[in-house]
């Protein structure tokens, strides 16, 4: 970010020359406020669609800003299309595990509840904020979206026909037919149709019931994986799952 940029925002709006943009709420009051913005200063902003575009404030209130927009910085960029399905966790750790999910280019996040969920109740919008703050951060040009928590037996249900899973089975590594995540993506990645759409599933602390591996393992659309012989909690988990996938097939290639 250049030094004359004084912040990067991800916006709702549509994105183009001399567009104004009225920014109030929880965005315009940390603008003004927490960052201590005003008038004349430069911003970048996005919204997942139209690229990265050059701003300046031409008004500043004590809770809002007035936001042109001046020119396109960089065009929007593909990005890869990961599901990560998890099990939700603590507030701070799922904060932690959300913004790393951003960083690392996932296009969705999806609660699921399962047998040995703690929490039974969740606030898409912290998440989704958590989410925004993160794509902000790391200058990725879209946010996550952020599904409702869903049960696993719907999930599973509803599945997708087009879309692999990577179930990261935590006793899998004494499974023959398991496979290290690595080569797991490799030999999948090696079929002639494979498809391009992929999504990470990883349990609740204490791992999936027996009855819910075996539901999960059931289906055709699922490639069980190991992340090794040591258990990993869940965000740590999501960290190493995402960054190896990104490894083989995703945008680090």
């Known amino acids: 970010?250049?030094?004359?940029?004084?912040?990067?925002?991800?916006?709702?709006?549509?994105?183009?020359?001399?567009?104004?943009?009225?920014?109030?709420?929880?965005?315009?009051?940390?603008?003004?406020?927490?960052?201590?913005?005003?008038?004349?200063?430069?911003i970048l902003l996005f919204n997942g669609r139209d690229g990265e575009w050059l701003a300046e404030i031409i008004k500043a209130g004590k809770d809002r800003a007035t936001i042109q927009v001046q020119e396109i910085i960089v065009e929007q960029r593909e990005e890869p299309d990961l599901w990560y399905l998890f099990a939700p966790i603590k507030r701070a750790r799922l904060d932690y595990m959300v913004?790393?999910?951003?960083?690392?280019?996932?296009?969705?996040?999806?609660?699921?509840?399962?047998?040995?969920?703690?929490?039974?109740?969740?606030?898409?919008?912290?998440?989704?904020?958590?989410?925004?703050?993160?794509?902000?951060?790391?200058?990725?040009?879209?946010?996550?979206t952020v599904e409702p928590m869903i049960t696993l037996e719907n999930l599973l249900a509803n599945w997708p026909e087009d879309r692999l899973m990577m179930f990261c089975d935590?006793?899998?590594?004494?499974?023959?037919?398991?496979?290290?995540?690595?080569?797991?993506?490799?030999?999948?990645?090696?079929?002639?149709?494979?498809?391009?759409?992929?999504?990470?599933?990883?349990?609740?602390?204490?791992?999936?019931?027996?009855?819910?591996?075996?539901?999960i393992r059931s289906k055709a659309y699922v490639v069980p994986v190991t992340l090794g012989p040591r258990i990993l909690q869940a965000d740590t988990a999501a960290i190493v799952a995402i960054s190896l996938w990104q490894s083989f097939a995703g945008d680090w290639q």
């Not at 927490?34 to 008038?39: D, H, I, P």
């Open 1 to 42: 970010m250049s030094n004359h940029v004084k912040a990067r925002l991800y916006v709702e709006n549509d994105l183009s020359a001399d567009t104004e943009i009225v920014l109030a709420g929880h965005q315009g009051l940390h603008l003004v406020n927490a960052m201590g913005l005003k008038e004349k200063d430069l």
């Open 99 to 144: 913004q790393k999910a951003t960083e690392l280019g996932v296009s969705l996040l999806q609660p699921v509840m399962t047998e040995r969920t703690k929490l039974d109740r969740l606030k898409e919008d912290e998440i989704r904020l958590t989410a925004i703050e993160a794509a902000e951060e790391c200058e990725r040009f879209t946010v996550p």
């Open 170 to 215: 935590e006793e899998g590594h004494a499974e023959r037919n398991v496979f290290p995540v690595g080569r797991a993506i490799q030999e999948v990645g090696a079929w002639q149709d494979r498809p391009k759409k992929w999504a990470i599933l990883i349990g609740p602390e204490g791992g999936f019931s027996p009855e819910e591996r075996d539901l």
